[in-house]
């Protein structure tokens, strides 16, 4: 497993998922990308947030997206409201709805419209 320390007291080992590569390591978030059924999809992991922090995401996020070039996804379930308003903080927009196997509802966000 790899165990590294990375921007501070953020290890690198608990934050890799399976399928997920972190393309923006900050002390306070972690961007990372995932290829999955031809789509680029987007996961963060946030640690502490403020107006400062927001505004070092946001321009992350336009560099990421500048050097993709492509759209990038995100879905959102249907209950987490507190993450639909975050995507449409830094800028996303809804694309469309879907049904998830379980049977609740989720939202398809992009960077591109």
């Known amino acids: ?17 399976a399928g997920k590569v972190p393309v923006c390591i900050r002390e306070d978030y972690i961007f990372y990308l995932e290829f999955f059924e031809g789509l680029l999809w987007f996961h963060t992991d946030v ?3 403020s107006a400062e922090i927001k505004n070092e995401f946001k321009k992350d996020m336009a ?15 249907e209950d987490d409201i507190k993450l639909a308003r975050f995507a449409k903080i830094v800028g996303w927009s809804e694309k469309c709805q879907i049904s998830l196997l379980d049977g609740s509802k989720a939202f398809i966000y992009t960077n591109k419209v």
């Open 1 to 17: 497993m790899l165990s590294q320390w990375v921007s501070g007291d953020l290890e690198l080992s608990q934050e890799l998922r």
């Open 47 to 49: 640690k502490k947030w």
């Open 63 to 77: 560099v990421v997206e500048d050097l993709i070039g492509k759209p990038i996804y995100a879905l959102i379930r």
